[in-house]
């Protein structure tokens, strides 16, 4: 399901009658009427909902903006910026080499900004005695090598795996972080957006999934995670993740056309800004180290 947020400026008001006036901005002398900058941003969905906050204070600031958020996946934003159809492409992978063919061949000439740091939390239903698997584990999960739970310490019960779709950064994250690159197995139940694995997981006794962060609910329980073979397992949490102790942690992008640095710049700064990464932490993501 793609989530759609439109956050306007809301009220100009024009001198002569005090209306309130969604598309230009008029000063007393009638003359000096200024457009209003709109930014339209789209892509992953891990990223939405911090863009969506950022934008929400941003323009208690600036009403002269006007910015849509949607998502989408990394992979519909990355194509909407070839497409020319946003301004933004938010995303929670780095380029393909192909997509950087595709630009090159649009003269787009992009630039990355990362905006904040994510950790990729593994959840399981709240009924699942289970709190801890290693990477070797995870990988036969997701691969479909390892079907039940009593395989890894849980009960004799069938894993129901969900993932999110192929166009999602999260998707590659996951494959190449933590299956080895191996692909999914075919049995894995690929959803169209993080909220719609919370849930899925929330509801599902034998199911397991992954989301960002500030995703994660009480409805669901995430499971400490070990990268050397059982030796130590951490949970993920912000400050896991800014430590390093965290493995499953990763960037989160905004990509734009060099060519509209200059109307995109103000909002992207506002997030690199110290008010904008309190609400990248507010939010539950990891904010930059400065």
Known sequence: ????????????LVSCGGKPNSTVQTTASHTNVKQKVSVSIKGSDTVLPLAQM?????????????????????????????????????????????????????????????IANDALAVIVNSGNKVDKLTREQLEKIFTGDITNWKKVGGADMKIVVY???????????????????????????????????????????????????????????????????????VIPSIMAAQEGTYPIARPLYFYYDNSKESKVKPFVDYILSEKGQQIVNAVGYVPLKK
């Open 1 to 12: 399901m793609k989530t759609i947020v439109n956050l306007f400026a809301i009220f100009f």
């Open 54 to 114: 950022e934008a929400e204070e941003y323009l208690k600031e600036h009403q002269e903006a006007e910015i849509t958020v949607t998502g989408g996946g990394s992979g519909v934003g990355i194509t909407s910026l070839k497409d020319g159809t946003t301004d933004i492409a938010m995303s929670s992978r780095a380029l393909k080499a192909e997509e950087k063919i595709d630009y090159k061949k649009k003269g787009i000439v992009s630039k990355k900004v990362i």
């Open 163 to 233: 993932a999110r779709e192929s166009s999602s950064g999260t998707y590659d994250f996951f494959k190449e972080h933590v299956m080895d690159k191996k692909n999914y197995a075919t049995s894995v139940l690929n959803m169209p957006a993080t909220g719609a694995i919370v849930e899925s997981v929330a509801k599902t006794k034998g199911a397991i999934g992954y989301v960002g962060l500030a995703y994660e609910t009480k409805e669901v329980k995430p499971i400490a995670v070990s990268y050397n073979q059982g030796k130590t397992y």
